[in-house]
């Protein structure tokens, strides 16, 4: 020993971490991807330019100068566009009903937007007639639909209480006038009838139980399931 302090030897610095860390935050964005292209219609054109861009960078590449270019008409219904994404369609569909968003739902379904009335506001117990307010909210939807290529299938949906009256013997039959009466006013404006189909389905798709375990009646329930359900599709191409 001769009085000075040794020195440590350095420690070894583990930076094989970093690896891992790097593999996952790539399997995050490959998944990322693969659920975009399962809900989306693939453009070839902004497909081709995405795949460059991932592999360009994953190489450690500068990114290639190509870029998919904004399109000006994308917050709006694209006239041509008969592929039109259903993920874009919901947006386009949610800022026309914004204001009643409260009351009319969106759900993306594998092959259209669905867009959930509730009968209580559109019709009046036992009728098939619009009201007012039903009208308000449907021209907001039926003049930006119109014309540009889409095709709807329109459900009446009903609760079980039983309905028997000289023009409706059954919820059937009401159902399916109420669907009739919600297609009427998209042909008055300006659809096609060949793009509009309509199904009158009575309680036999509820979206709650109209009725508890011991078969008493749930009167919020039954109001919910009181529905037209309006399912827009974009026209096959070609």
Known sequence: MNGLPQRRKPRDIDNSTWALSFADMMMLIMCFFVVMLGIAEIDPNRYE???????????????????????????????????KNLFELQLELAKLIDQDADTVSLRMRPDSVAISLPSTLFFKLGDAQLTSRATQILERLADPLAGHGF???????????????????????????????????????????????????????????????????????????????????????G
Do not use: C
């Open 49 to 83: 330019a995405v795949s460059d861009i991932l592999a360009e960078a994953m190489e450690g590449r500068d990114a290639p100068t190509k870029r998919m270019q904004a399109d000006p008409s994308a917050t709006r219904f694209a006239v041509e566009d008969r592929n």
């Open 151 to 237: 095709r709807l299938t329109i459900e009446g949906h009903s609760d079980n209480i039983p309905i028997r009256s000289h023009r409706y013997p059954s919820n059937w039959e009401l159902s399916s006038a109420r669907a009739a009466s919600v297609a009427r006013f998209f042909i008055d404006h300006g659809f096609e009838k060949k793009d509009i189909e309509i199904k009158g389905l009575a309680d036999t798709k509820p979206l709650v139980a109209n009725e508890d375990e011991k078969g008493n009646p749930i009167p919020e329930n039954q109001a919910r399931n009181r529905r037209v359900v309006i399912l827009v599709r974009p026209a096959p191409a």
